[in-house]
Nanobody, 127 residues
Framework: QVQLVESGGGLVQAGGSLRLSCVSSARTFSSTALGWFRQAPGKEREFVAGISWRGRSLFYADSVQGRSTVSRDNAKNTVYLQMNSLKPEDTAIYYC????????????????????WGQGTQVTVSS
């Protein structure tokens, strides 16, 4: 019943920027940790970024560290992923995910720890 809907993906040239958004219908949104994952063709799903329930703790994969910023607006039930200096290897379907259990959490990089997932938004970076 809980739905997460991503948006903001598209085609961008290398070096460009995108801001992905994800809106959740869950009443527990403001009290749960969130994550961003991506999956390229032929590759496994990988962690991109995570954010604690209040937004005070942020986590990033090494591949996007320094180029990305994850944030959230609990009043809008929305989590964002700002991506700058995009590279062709960033091309993938990007998914947002929400944990079921509220409050404190630490294993942000483990996809199995998230209960709810969006349908994904395609990001394509051309050279």
């Amino acid at each position: 019943q809980v739905q997460l809907v991503e948006s903001g993906g598209g085609l961008v040239q290398a070096g460009g920027s995108l801001r992905l958004s994800c809106v959740s219908s869950a009443r527990t949104f403001s009290s749960t940790a969130l994550g961003w994952f991506r999956q390229a063709p032929g590759k496994e799903r990988e962690f991109v970024a995570g954010i604690s329930w209040r937004g005070r703790s942020l986590f990033y994969a090494d591949s996007v560290q320094g180029r990305s910023t994850v944030s959230r607006d609990n009043a809008k039930n929305t989590v964002y992923l700002q991506m700058n200096s995009l590279k062709p290897e960033d091309t993938a379907i990007y998914y947002c995910a929400q944990r079921e259990r509220p409050w404190e959490f630490s294993d942000y990089r483990n996809a199995l720890e998230y209960k709810y997932w969006g349908q994904g938004t395609q990001v394509t970076v051309s050279s």
